[in-house]
């Protein structure tokens, strides 16, 4: 017996491989600061948790819809239209194991052999792969540092091509933390208002962590003409501190939606019924923490920005929101360590901080734009001050 072809197109995430590594690393009782889990480091809220206990001692331990439950829908309706100004249907809305199974779930429900995927780079280590794993073919257009790690229209419309079914779209970013203003989703827009046969899929898990009073919008808010072919796609786990509840969420097309649920009447089934109900109280209940939380996370961005900045050889833009850094280091491939290894990559540069400097980052290749690396500071002030100190001192021993 032999792993099936679609399974062999693809490859473990490599993120987790790195969170895996750093909790093998502490318990060998190594002091490694891991900056590689893509995940708050805050508690799921107290009011949450106490409507996933409710839950359970309420007897809602039972199957559900496939898709979600009607509250859910419905509490998921009302968030679209308070926070985003989109106005959705309960047959519009899909609920999923997390977003990752809602893109899986869009990508097998659509993409045929030689079917196009539109991906900006650096892109979230998934969206490739999901593609591969559909048999569809992702098209990466790099978006460098030089452009703040964002897609230009001209580069969009120049990928585009007859074979194109979908572009992705994630803003804020996974791995930079770049986010769309509403001038440039417009101009996005209109390219894709001449392209009828695409489809977008819009990716906003990190909507509500933006910085620096960052007007947070999404592309079928701004152009109304896309809203029929556009997947939106939110979820609670990072916004709400939620990961591990496992809820992803999205609304489109009915007969989009439809054909999710079918897929995924064959595959998962309902999302968790616990996590379901305290996902209505997330998204119903009292949002003011969502602005504490980002103010958090802004203070900690400016402290990364900052000492990275000061790092030898090292250049960290600026993010508009999300929880990570992209910082590149273009100036120091091809210089070596203080043992005399060379620096060829950005997979080398990585493996020498976890090794001399104790410090987890995930390489840019993961994300497909090197040489860089992905830093997320969820943690705290100490540790993110401490992993920068020590990132500082080990460029400082590059030759």
């Known amino acids: 017996m032999q792993p099936s072809a679609a399974l062999n197109r693809i490859k473990p995430s490599p993120t987790l491989a790195i969170t895996t590594r750093v909790a093998e690393l502490k318990a060998e009782g190594v002091d490694v600061i891991g900056l590689g ?41 009302a968030k679209f239209k308070r926070d985003n100004g989109l106005s959705y249907e309960r047959n519009q809305i899909t609920i999923n194991a997390g977003g990752k199974h809602t893109l899986f779930n869009a990508m097998v429900a659509t993409l045929d052999a030689g079917d196009e995927v539109v991906i900006p780079a650096p892109y979230w280590v998934s969206y490739p792969d999901v593609v591969l794993f559909a ?16 897609l230009r229209p001209e580069q969009l419309d120049a990928a585009i091509t007859p ?36 489809w ?22 701004v152009c109304p003409s896309l809203y029929d072919r556009t ?61 504490d939380n980002a103010a958090l ?7 990364v920005v900052s000492m990275l900045n000061q790092a030898n050889g090292i250049t960290c833009p600026r993010p508009e ?3 990570y850094v ?14 005399g290894k060379v620096i060829a990559t950005d997979e080398d540069f990585v493996a020498y901080l976890l090794d001399d400097a104790k410090v987890a980052a995930v390489q840019g290749a993961a994300f497909g734009l090197s040489p860089a690396m992905r830093i997320s500071y969820a943690t705290s002030d100490d540790l993110l001050r401490e992993a920068c100190e020590r990132i500082q001192a080990a460029c400082a021993n590059i030759r």
């Open 200 to 221: 977008i899929f819009a990716d906003d898990m990190y909507e509500h962590i933006v910085f620096d009073d960052f007007e947070f919008t999404t592309i079928a808010q």
């Open 321 to 323: 929101g999300a929880f």
């Open 231 to 291: 997947l939106t796609a939110n979820g609670c786990s990072k916004a709400y501190a939620m990961t591990g509840w496992r809820i992803g969420f999205a609304a489109g097309a009915p007969w989009l939606i439809k054909a999710m649920s079918k897929l995924q009447s064959q595959s998962t089934s309902n999302p968790c019924s616990i996590a379901q109900a305290a996902s209505v109280a997330a998204l119903t209940g009292d949002q003011a923490f969502l602005k």
């Open 163 to 198: 074979r194109t079914k979908w572009v992705i779209l994630n803003s804020p970013s996974n791995p930079t933390g770049a986010a769309y203003s509403r001038a440039e989703l417009t101009a996005l827009g209109e390219v894709l208002e001449r392209h009828p046969h695409v």
């Open 37 to 77: 889990a893509g995940e708050p480091d805050f508690d799921t809220p107290e009011f949450i948790k106490d409507a996933g206990i409710k839950a359970i001692r309420d007897g809602k331990t039972k199957y559900t819809n496939v898709d979600g439950t009607p509250e859910l829908k419905d509490a998921v309706v």
């Open 326 to 339: 992209y910082p590149e280091f273009s100036a120091l491939i091809g210089k070596s360590t203080p043992n």
């Open 297 to 303: 996370f802004q203070s900690r961005r400016d402290l």
């Open 135 to 150: 048999n569809g073919t992702p098209v990466f257009v790099a978006a460098g540092a030089e452009q703040n790690y964002k």
